[in-house]
């Protein structure tokens, strides 16, 4: 059986944890980092990333961006929607057909 | 143009021959694997993005109802309030094959069969709107999940297709114009000696018919 977790500042997160999703507090550093290898090694088939920490993780999830799992997903935190989850859709798109065809409006 | 070094012989074009038509099949195969698989990353795609501005929207809505909860509350009410969750969410992760690309497909499971049952706190030192808070956030999970399944997907098809496009474009510009070059370059190379054998043996045969007769 398979769990959810969720990383991010304590803020934009803490509300997962009465859903029953597994809530991981912490700031951006090393521990960040830490923590999300401890996670990708566990048995979470997803994990939501906040955003805001996504962007210092970035090497981290790159390499698990073409893997089955687990599945690795950006959410808007607290601090407002910086559109880097939309962008990862977008990314995918030029690798797919090699250029952008569904947000060029 | 034989730009790789081939022996000239029968057996090497049939080989060839061989070669080409495999080739030629599988360029063939891999082509409609690729657009079968973009035909279906482009559906897959736009439910992609419909989800997450639907998922971006929703979890912005219920951020704000947390902010508000927190304003109203004390960080030491609301900690307590968070601290024993009483809902658990398993995934059932099964995978579904789209064009031999294993996707994932969850199926969620609570721990307890009343989805209500995500209010691990008493109601008396907790602000309403930690309730709206949570309720909202509780509508957008299945569709947070349903975006995980659906964006892994798009990942995982957009690398299939790009190591696809790049197999039919190595295979219809490299693989085969080379065999194909190769096996013109052996057969013009073995009509080529028939033809030289063909001359020396009435050469011969001059030669011979001199030495007999006198001519």
């Known amino acids: ?50 955003e805001h920490l996504a962007q210092s ?46 947000f060029n409006d | ?17 061989k070669k080409l038509a495999t080739a030629t099949k599988g360029h063939k ?21 419909q989800l997450r501005e639907k998922v971006e929207k929703a979890i912005g809505g219920a951020n704000k109802n947390f902010v508000l909860a927190s304003a109203s509350m004390s960080n030491e009410t609301l900690s307590a309030a968070m601290l024993a969750p009483k809902q658990e969410v398993y995934l059932e992760v099964e995978s579904r094959n789209i064009m031999s690309v294993d996707v994932p497909k969850y199926k969620i499971n609570y721990r307890t069969p009343d989805k209500s ?20 956030l509780s509508q957008v999970l299945p569709d947070m999940l349903k975006l995980a399944e659906v964006e892994k997907s798009c990942q995982l098809m957009a690398d299939e297709i790009e190591k696809t496009r790049r197999r039919v474009n190595a295979l219809e510009h490299v693989m085969i114009p080379e065999t194909k070059a190769s096996i013109k370059y052996i057969s ?28």
Not at chain 2, 118 to 134: H, K
């Open chain 1, 1 to 50: 059986m398979y769990r959810v977790a969720v990383l991010g500042d304590k803020e934009s997160i803490y509300g997962f944890a009465a859903l029953g999703l597994d809530v991981f507090f912490t700031a951006e550093g090393d521990d960040a980092e830490a923590i999300f290898k401890k996670l990708t090694q566990s048995d979470y088939a997803v994990i939501y990333v906040t």
């Open chain 2, 117 to 136: 049952d995500m209010f691990c706190y008493g109601l008396a030192f907790t602000s309403c709107d930690l309730d709206d808070a949570v309720t909202s």
């Open chain 2, 188 to 215: 013009m190379k073995l009509d080529e000696n028939e033809r030289a054998t063909q001359t020396r043996l009435m050469k011969v045969k001059d030669m011979m018919l001199k030495e007999a007769h006198g001519y």
């Open chain 2, 1 to 17: 143009m034989a730009t790789k070094q081939v022996n000239p012989t029968r057996m090497e074009l049939t080989r060839l021959k």
């Open chain 1, 57 to 102: 993780l970035e090497e981290e999830i790159a390499k698990f961006a073409y893997k089955a799992s687990p599945a690795i997903i950006q959410i808007p935190g607290v601090w407002g929607n910086t559109g880097k989850g939309m962008l990862n859709v977008k990314k995918s798109v030029e690798k797919a057909v090699g250029s952008d065809i569904i």
């Open chain 2, 29 to 49: 195969l891999l082509k409609d694997k690729r657009d079968e698989l973009m035909r279906q990353f482009l559906d897959m795609v736009k439910l992609n993005k």
